[in-house]
C-alpha cells in the first residue's frame, strides 16, 4: 500500500499542464540558404578581432567590450534575471521558520477568575504548496528561459558595439587619409607655384597663372582644418561609444593602409551555414522570450486546478519559563489543505486567454526579428558588392588621373601646356583622391554591415 501511495505521489509531482513549447524555426533552412544565396560550404571564419589585420583595432574592441556602460548594463539584466529565477523558485520550496514568543495578560477584577497568566512559546513552523499542476516548474521555465534571453542579450549587445568601434575606426581613418592627402597636395602645390611665379618674375607666365597657382594652393590649405576637425570628432566619438575619456584612448599611429589591404570578394560573403539566422543574437533572443511566453501560459492553466499544500508546527508551549523545555511542554500540529476555485468571475479563463494572445504577440515579434535578419544580411551583402565594383572603379581613376596630372605638370615645366590644364588636373587629382578614399570607406563601412548583420562573434 506504502508503495502504491509513493508512486501516486510521484505522478501528481511530476504532472505540468499547458503545451509544451514546439520549436518553430518560421522558415526552413532550406529556405533561408536560396533566400541568401548561400553556398555549400560555410565555413569562412567570421569575427571582429579577424575583421582587420589590425592589433591596433583588436585593442580598440577589448578596451570597448571591456568599459562600455551598455555591455555592463546588459550584465546587470542578466544578474537582475538570474536574481529573479532564484526567488520565483524558492516560493515552491518548503519554507520553514524559527518562532518564539511571549504572552502576559493581566485578569481582570471584576471577572470571577481575575487570574494573572503568561505564556512561553518556541517552535518551528514549516509550510510547503506542492506543485502538483507543474506551476513552479512552468514558471522555472519561463525564468530560465529570460535568463537565456538576457545571455543572448548581453550578445547583442557587444556586436553592435564592435560594429561602431570598427565603423568609426574606418571614419577616423578615412578623416587622417584625406588629411594626409590633402597635406601631399600642398606641397606638390607649393612646387608649381614656385615654378609658376619664378616663369612669372622672368616673363614666361602672366599674373593670371600666378594668382589661379595662389588659389589652388589656399583652396587646398582651406581643407586641412575640416580634416583635421574631423579626426578629432571621430576620435571623440570613439572614446564616447567605448565608455572612456579621449584622453584614455590607446591610439598609438594610424594605419591608413587598413583602408586598402580589406578586400574580401562577394563571393565569400554567401561562405555561410543556412543557420545563421538562427543564431544570431536578438534572433535568439527573441525566440527565448517565446519560450519563457509559452511557459507562463502553463502556468496560468495550473490555476484552474486545486492547490495543495502542508503546514505545521513543532515546538515547546507553557505557562511558565521554567517548563518550557520539559518533555511534557513539547506540542505541534499540522494541517494539510486545499483549494479549489469554485466562482471566480472567468478570471482565471481570461488569464489564460491573455497569457496566450501576449504570446501571439511574442511569436511575431519572433517571426520580425526572423525576417530582419535576412533583409539585413542580403541587403549587405548586395551593397557591398556594389560598393566593392566601386571602389574598384574609383581606383583606376585615381590612378588614371594621377599619371596625367604628372604628364601635364611636366609639360607645363617644359612650356609644352597651359597653366589653365595644371589646374584642372591638380583639381580632379585631389577629387579623385578623395572619391577613392570615400568609395574604400563605403565598402569596408557595408562590411561592417555585413559582419553585424550575421552576428559575428565579439571576443568574450
Not at 556602460?69 to 544578474?79: C, E, F, G
Not at 529573479?84 to 504572552?103: H, K
Not at 511566453?293 to 502556468?299: E, K, P, R, T
Not at 495550473?302 to 521554567?322: F, I
Request: hydrophobic share 40%; net charge neutral.
Amino acid at each position: 500500500m506504502r508503495k502504491y501511495w509513493l508512486l501516486s505521489c510521484a505522478f501528481l509531482l511530476s504532472c505540468t499542464v499547458g503545451p509544451d513549447y514546439e520549436n518553430n524555426p518560421v522558415y526552413s533552412d532550406e529556405t533561408i540558404k536560396n533566400e541568401l544565396k548561400l553556398s555549400q560550404s560555410g565555413n569562412s571564419d567570421y569575427a571582429w578581432q579577424t575583421l582587420f589585420d589590425d592589433v591596433q583595432f583588436r585593442q580598440l574592441l577589448a578596451q570597448g567590450l571591456q568599459n562600455s556602460t551598455d555591455v555592463k548594463t546588459a550584465i546587470s539584466k542578466l544578474r537582475q534575471a538570474r536574481a529573479t529565477r532564484a526567488i520565483n523558485m524558492a516560493t515552491f520550496l518548503p519554507q520553514i521558520g524559527l518562532q518564539g514568543g511571549y504572552q502576559y495578560e493581566k485578569g481582570s477584577k471584576n471577572t470571577k477568575t481575575g487570574i494573572d497568566s503568561q505564556y512561553y512559546s518556541v517552535g518551528f513552523d514549516a509550510s510547503w504548496e506542492l506543485d502538483i499542476w507543474g506551476q513552479g516548474r512552468r514558471q522555472t521555465e519561463a525564468d530560465s528561459a529570460s535568463v537565456k534571453a538576457a545571455e543572448y542579450g548581453i550578445n547583442d549587445v557587444k556586436i553592435s558595439l564592435a560594429a561602431e568601434i570598427a565603423s568609426d575606426y574606418i571614419y577616423w581613418l578615412q578623416s587622417k587619409k584625406n588629411l594626409q592627402f590633402a597635406e601631399q597636395n600642398v606641397r606638390l602645390q607649393q612646387d608649381i607655384l614656385s615654378t609658376v611665379k619664378a616663369k612669372y618674375q622672368n616673363g614666361l607666365s602672366d599674373e593670371a597663372s600666378y594668382e589661379e597657382a595662389r588659389f589652388l594652393l589656399e583652396n587646398t590649405q582651406a581643407q586641412i582644418p575640416q580634416y583635421r576637425a574631423a579626426v578629432e570628432q571621430y576620435l571623440n566619438a570613439l572614446a564616447a561609444i567605448m565608455g572612456v575619456l579621449p584622453s584614455q584612448l590607446n591610439l598609438q599611429s594610424a594605419p591608413t593602409e587598413i583602408l586598402f589591404k580589406t578586400n574580401k570578394s562577394a563571393k565569400e560573403l554567401t561562405e555561410l551555414p543556412a543557420s545563421v539566422v538562427r543564431i544570431r543574437p536578438d534572433v535568439a533572443e527573441a525566440e527565448q522570450r517565446l519560450i519563457a511566453q509559452n511557459a507562463l501560459v502553463g502556468a496560468a492553466v495550473a490555476d484552474l486546478y486545486p492547490s495543495v499544500s502542508l503546514s505545521g508546527l513543532w515546538g515547546y508551549a507553557a505557562q511558565g519559563g521554567r517548563k518550557l523545555f520539559n518533555s511534557e511542554s513539547q506540542t505541534y500540529n499540522y494541517a494539510p489543505s486545499s483549494v479549489l476555485p469554485l466562482l471566480d468571475w472567468n478570471k482565471i479563463k481570461n488569464n489564460i486567454k491573455l497569457q496566450e494572445y501576449i504570446k501571439d504577440e511574442v511569436f511575431e515579434q519572433y517571426r520580425q526579428a526572423v525576417i530582419n535578419a535576412v533583409t539585413e544580411i542580403k541587403n549587405a551583402q548586395v551593397t557591398y558588392r556594389e560598393n566593392k565594383i566601386g571602389a574598384d572603379n574609383k581606383y583606376r581613376a585615381w590612378q588614371n588621373m594621377r599619371t596625367a596630372a604628372d604628364l601635364t605638370a611636366a609639360k607645363y615645366k617644359n612650356g609644352l601646356a597651359e597653366f589653365s590644364d595644371v589646374m584642372r588636373t591638380q583639381q580632379n587629382l585631389l577629387s579623385a583622391q578623395q572619391d577613392y578614399v570615400a568609395a574604400r570607406s563605403a565598402q569596408i563601412q557595408s562590411l561592417i554591415a555585413f559582419y553585424k548583420a550575421i552576428g559575428a562573434p565579439a571576443p568574450k
